[in-house]
């Protein structure tokens, strides 16, 4: 029996095309590490809440969700970075390799100065508490909070090409990695703040915020001096011609990406606004525990995105279709665990916060119906991002980042809460028959206009 295991594990893990090993020991690794994080995330939010209030804590994740908007103006060039090193890798070109890699870093690096210097001029203008509806919830100006955040981002923000970098040489449990050890710090060092200081949110956003930033820091160092040695940012590299290439297909990325953020990270700010922030933690809580099946998904999907870069460049479409079929597959159990989630959703919320907090029956429902729809949409979407086919996704996400916000509104007003979510899967239902449509038809090689584009 033990010689029959054996067998079967050496033959899973040696046998395949070259591309479909890599996306095994990727899953393995990633499962491994993206498990730890899930159960470091999960008891975070408790000891946080603990820490300070359920409204401070509310106010803490809708100023998050503000600054991590500057992740997404990059202009797309991570996502781009991300393309090209995977293509250079599939052409042996080493040489434009690292002209991608140093002129990300350097084009970054001005964004996120500039960035901070606009934001933070501009900010300093606004009375903040009034804004996110906090002046009942708090008596302090939230003002140097924003300001401690915005820097932490930035100075994140500088660091995170390597993301791009490790996913495009078929690594992203290497990038998983480093997510966790950021979360496993601000874990750690929240955890002290509880036994040896008071509550303040101030101290919880130094530490959370900072946290990330330090592990980044030691990741590039590390893997541009080992690893990535060859492959390490120079000045000498950095090359115009390169940026203009970067930016033709990071700009539609840029797009995406702020029309995803529109679409699916305005939640936060929406129900500050017209429920107030201590209805984002009960929003917060049932997000959490559903994204569980995002984060499991995302595990096995994030490796094939480089993968179809690789693939298409050599116009090896059966093993697309094929990848896609057994992705399919791998949806409709994660549906069903989705399904099982929902309905033991009630007595895992009680044993993780207790009752203090309760979260509705139909909120839950819809993070079920959202965790179902955006499976299915990652497949799709990684598949034509790895392929650099992007307009199809852009008017989408553009026309849903434009009426989302709206919708969710109305839809709160109406049946509280849970429309805000229903509102996105509204717009998901709608991607995911796209993105199928098109999908099958670049495979069938039979795409034309603007689904080819």
Known sequence: ??????????????????????????IIYSFLIKGASVVVGFLLIPLTIHYIDTAQYGIWLTISALVAWINNFDIGLSNGLRNKTAHALAMNEEENIVKYISTTYAMIFIISIAFFVIFYVAGSFFNWNNLLNASGAIQFNLWPIIAITLGSFCAQFMLQPIKSVLIA?????????????????????????????????????IVAAGSPVLIFLLANIYLFATSLKIYRPRFSAIDMTSAKSLLNMGGVFFFLQLGALILYQTDNIVITRVLGPEEVTTFNIAFKYFSIISVAFAIIITPYWSAFTDAYAKQDMEWIKHSIQKMRVVWLYFSIATILLYLFADIFYKLWVGSSIHVPNLLSLSMALYAIFNTWQSIYSYALNGMGKLHIQLLFIGGGGILNIPLSILLIHWIGISGTVLANVIFLALMDIAYTYQLNLIIAQKAKGIFNK
Not at 7 to 24: A, D, Q, S
Not at 192 to 199: A, E, F, G, P, Q
């Open 1 to 26: 029996m033990i010689s029959y295991l054996r067998n079967k594990v050496e033959t899973f893990w040696n046998t395949g095309h070259e591309r479909t090993l890599k996306i095994k020991r990727n």
């Open 169 to 205: 040489m078929h690594q992203p449990f290497m990038s998983s990695l480093i997510l966790f050890l950021g979360q496993l710090l601000t874990f750690i060092l929240t955890y002290i703040l509880t036994v040896y200081t008071k509550s303040s949110l101030l101290n919880l956003v």
